[in-house]
């Protein structure tokens, strides 16, 4: 400090009383007040020089030293108290402040005397005192935390109590040890500001020792303490008053729930005591459909609906006026006369004296339900009488008391007023159809119709109305107001009927009647239940119509029946199980020569003893004891007669057709005999071409020989014409020659000494291709096969010769200088090879593809295709001698497939 600073300083400081002095950062004193002297008891100039840690108290020295330098690495001032030595004097207690100056590098001091000051002394003391009662023993928690360091720096009995710590420990902790790790952040941000901490209330979270988590309602203030910023923390545990806080709310929750699933639920009214009504809920408007305004200020006798008796609402005042709860279904009615029922709960509310003061109605709507009920009430009452009916149908063989009854039954089941059954008829002479009532039954009020004459003989044109739908097999419904204008309705009118419902009644697919159900009362709907209902017993009592008429058609059948036997053009006759005839038509009366009175009721074989042991009686008693039909045909010895049999079980015995068939059995005999006949000559045949085509050839060997003699030796003396002769001659051998080689090869077919053996095809036609290699190469042919061709077991020889019959032809068979493409396919199911001979010739005309196989036939003259008209026979025969076939397809121009087929 200069000098003149150094004045300033002591002007400025000498007049103070507190002490006052700078200090350099080794804690030596470098301008000192006059103050300092007087207190201290040393001169001035004396402690000018001096060191501080010779002036205070050695115990705090430590804690002096630190202070001091906190000030200057934070750049603020510091406060505490602390023990400063005079001279040869007593420790002087002094509230000493500290401020480094970064410019001057000095510390600027002040101290002032505590202890000189009795009242300041007093008031230590009490603080003291206080401190001890007012925090430690403090009946409420309470901490303070250091700003800095974020420590605890102290806290009270209670405190440690709460947190479950001992004060060592408690002490070691810093303000994040006590917190859930996600709140810390939370923590060290508010801890950055001090402001947070001036007289603030919050709610945290705490952690005890053993991790148990509490809520914490501080209250914090910013104090100086031990010379530091610090906050002084107010704790308050409300843990428990929290918990009790969220239990109530959850609570609320619940029972606002409940308010609202009741009143969302439910039919909700309060009345006074008198009952009038002082609150409705939304459903209850909803289902009354009167307005909130209606309501209020009214009683329940707005929604009566009459149906429950006086006695009944007595009884629910009495109960509820004496405090109690009463329920019951009630049936309501709303605004619009619509009914409804409800499952109601009424519940007084009672006062101090245990008084009703008001009634509180719940009701839920059971209208549906109750629905459902009175459906099946319905229900059963209506099955009951449909086997009511039933019965009663069973119970009367005469059909008409029958129906009375069923009528009286239904019509009650169903309360209507008139039940009724008309039947059609159609009259030839107006060519009209009409109804004609047969049957009335009519409840008590009811008008009965039978015998109105106006409704008799109705005409179908006048209640069109109904039987149009009727016809189609549809019910007619109506109520009677509701009809448009039209000749049923002004009938239906005329006999006060208010609803109808007509039901039609069909006997085997035809229109026969309609039975009628009236409600003279009321517009009533029919429901769909009833309908059905109606349907299901019309249904029985058509059947029971039916029956009257099956009675009167059994007769007219059984008359009909046994026309049908006789005219039957088989002979037809029947037993019983026990073997007796019981029926026996004209036919067979015919064909077996006995009359029908002398064989029925008479056992079957009493009178055809000898059939006993003959096919007839095995075969019926087989029918008859394995209960299945039979069809066989025997020769009836005893009148040589050939029989075709049929005879079919039943429950009563046996039904036996049979017919005469010596006819049809002559002829067959007659075409076996031909057949074998045929057979014979056949082989016959063959044998003449075998030795006609072998000793035909020896002549012809020599007519070829001597026309070729003829031709050499006399060729210089025979002129063209003789000449053209010849060779006219030895072409027509030659040709015969061929005639009779390919007749004797024909003839040949089938008749072999040769084995079956695996033929390699390949092989096969390796060997036809050298036998036709001249033809081959002069045409340019090009023949080929498909790969791997099969190895069939069958005979070698006509094989080959049906390959090279067909090949051949291919060859033979092409347009002038085609040339032929020959190519040769096959396709191997499980039961046979099938083989196709494809070439790209001439081609046949479909008219000829069965000609082409006979013998002799050919489709071109010889000049322009040579050939014998055998080949394609021969191929045939050899196939057909193989159990296989052969045939053509083709298009003109196109080429021809010759397909055959082996059995494998
Ligand atoms: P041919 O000795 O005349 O060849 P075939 O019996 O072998 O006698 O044949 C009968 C007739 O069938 C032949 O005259 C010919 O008109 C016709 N034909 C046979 N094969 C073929 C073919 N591949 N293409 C066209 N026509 C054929």
Request: hydrophobic letters at 40%; glycine letters at 4%; proline letters at 3%.
């Amino acid at each position: 400090m200069s000098a003149h600073n150094s004045m300033i300083f002591k002007k400025m400081t000498n007049h103070s009383s507190d002490l006052i002095f700078a200090m350099n950062d080794e804690f030596k004193l470098q301008e000192v007040n006059e103050a300092s002297g007087r207190i201290l008891d040393y001169d001035p100039q004396e402690l000018k020089n001096g060191r501080l840690i010779d002036l205070v108290e050695k115990e705090e020295l430590f804690f002096v030293l630190q202070s001091i330098e906190k000030s200057k690495s934070d750049g603020k001032e510091v406060r505490f108290q602390t023990r400063f030595l005079p001279n040869n004097k007593k420790a002087v207690l002094m509230e000493l402040s500290v401020y480094w100056d970064r410019e001057d590098k000095l510390y600027y001091c002040t101290a002032r005397d505590l202890s000189n000051r009795t009242e300041a002394a007093v008031a230590i003391n009490e603080y003291e005192e206080s401190f001890h009662y007012l925090f430690m023993e403090n009946p409420s928690p309470m901490l303070i935390w250091d700003f800095t360091t974020l420590k605890f720096v102290e806290c009270n009995t209670e405190t440690l109590k709460l947190y479950g710590y001992t004060r060592e420990e408690f002490l070691q902790l810093s303000i994040t040890d006590i917190r859930p790790p996600e709140d810390i952040p939370l923590i060290l941000e508010a801890s950055k500001n001090e402001q947070a901490y001036r007289n603030i209330k919050k709610r945290w979270r705490h952690l005890k020792k053993n991790g148990e988590v509490m809520c914490m309602e501080i209250k914090s203030s910013i104090i100086n303490f031990r010379g530091s910023r610090s906050a002084l923390v107010h704790l308050n545990d409300i843990t428990a008053k929290v918990n009790a806080e969220e239990e109530l709310f959850r609570t609320y929750r619940k029972v606002s729930d409940y308010k609202f699933a009741l009143d969302e639920s439910s039919i909700v009214a309060i009345t006074d005591t008198n009952g009038t009504i002082t609150y409705v809920n939304d459903n209850f408007c909803k289902v009354s459909k009167y307005s909130r305004q209606e309501l209020i200020g009214r009683d329940h006798r707005i929604v009566n609906s009459g149906f429950h008796d006086k006695e009944f609402f007595a009884g629910l005042w009495n109960t509820i006026k004496k405090g109690e709860v009463w329920r019951g279904e009630i049936k309501n009615k709303s605004k619009d006369g619509d009914h409804y029922w409800v499952d109601a709960t009424i519940v007084p509310f009672l006062d101090e004296e245990d008084k009703p003061y008001q009634y509180m109605a719940v009701r839920f709507d059971i209208t549906a339900k109750k629905k459902s009920e009175e459906n099946i009430i319905i229900k059963t009452k209506l099955l009951s009488a449909i086997a009511n009916v039933i019965s009663v149908l069973f119970q009367y063989d005469d059909w008409e008391i029958a129906l009375a009854n069923s009528f009286n039954i239904v019509g009650e089941a169903i309360a209507v007023d008139r039940v009724y059954y008309f039947e059609n008829y159609f009259d030839l002479e107006t060519n009209k159809g009409y109804a004609n009532q047969k049957l009335e039954w009519t409840a008590y009020k009811a008008d009965p119709q039978l015998n109105n004459p106006e409704l008799q003989n109705l005409p179908f044109e006048v209640i069109a109305d109904f039987i149009v739908p009727l016809r189609e097999m549809k019910p007619f419904k109506a109520i009677v107001s509701q009809m448009p204008e039209s000749n049923t309705k002004d009938i239906l009118l005329s006999q006060e009927i208010k609803s109808i419902l007509v039901l039609p009644i069909f006997l085997q697919d035809s229109f026969y009647g309609f039975i009628g159900f009236d409600d003279c009362r009321k517009e009533r709907e029919w429901r769909e239940d009833e309908v059905s209902f109606l349907k299901t017993l019309t249904s029985k009592l058509a059947s029971a119509i039916e029956k009257r008429q099956n009675v009167l058609a059994l007769e007219d059948a059984l008359k009909e029946k046994s026309h049908i036997l006789e005219s039957i053009g088989e002979a037809f006759f029947a037993v019983d199980t026990q073997w007796v005839v019981t029926y026996w038509n004209q036919k067979a009366e015919k064909i077996l020569n006995t009359k029908s009175a002398d064989i029925l009721g008479k056992n079957l074989w009493s009178i055809y003893k000898e059939e006993m042991v003959s096919s007839f009686y095995r075969e019926y008693n087989r029918s008859m004891t394995q209960n299945v039909p039979s069809h066989f045909e025997v020769f009836f010895d005893s009148l040589s007669i050939w029989l075709e049999v049929s005879c079919y079980p039943s429950p009563s015995g046996l039904s036996i057709f049979f017919k005469d068939i010596s006819e049809r059995k002559i002829n067959e005999e007659k075409l076996k005999k031909i057949n074998k006949e045929l057979a014979l000559s056949n082989s016959e045949l063959e044998q003449f071409a075998f030795v006609a085509s072998h000793d035909l050839q020896e002549p012809l060997r020599m007519i070829t020989s001597f026309l070729a003699q003829l031709e050499k030796k006399y060729n210089s003396l025979l002129d063209e014409k003789g000449k053209r002769y010849i060779h006219f001659a030895s072409d027509g051998a030659k040709r015969m020659r061929n005639i009779i080689l390919d007749l004797l090869e024909f003839s040949r077919v089938g008749k072999t000494d040769e084995n079956k053996q695996t033929v390699n095809i390949e092989e096969l036609l390796e060997e036809v291709m050298g036998l036709n290699r001249k033809l081959i190469q002069e045409k340019r042919a090009q023949i080929s096969w498909q790969e791997e061709l099969p190895s069939v077991y069958t005979f070698r020889s006509p094989l080959r010769l049906l390959f090279q019959n067909l090949i051949n032809n291919a060859l033979k068979y092409q347009a002038e200088g085609a040339r032929p493409e020959i190519d040769i396919s096959f396709e191997e199911s499980d039961s046979n090879w099938r083989f196709t001979v494809a070439d790209n010739g001439i081609g046949i005309d479909p008219e000829y593809f069965d000609k082409i196989f006979t013998i002799f036939q050919r489709l071109h003259n010889k000049d322009v295709y040579s050939g014998t008209g055998v080949g394609l026979a021969i191929c045939k025969k050899i196939i057909e001698n193989l159990d296989g076939e052969i045939w053509v397809t083709s298009e003109i121009g196109k080429g021809s497939q010759f397909h055959f087929i082996l059995p494998k």
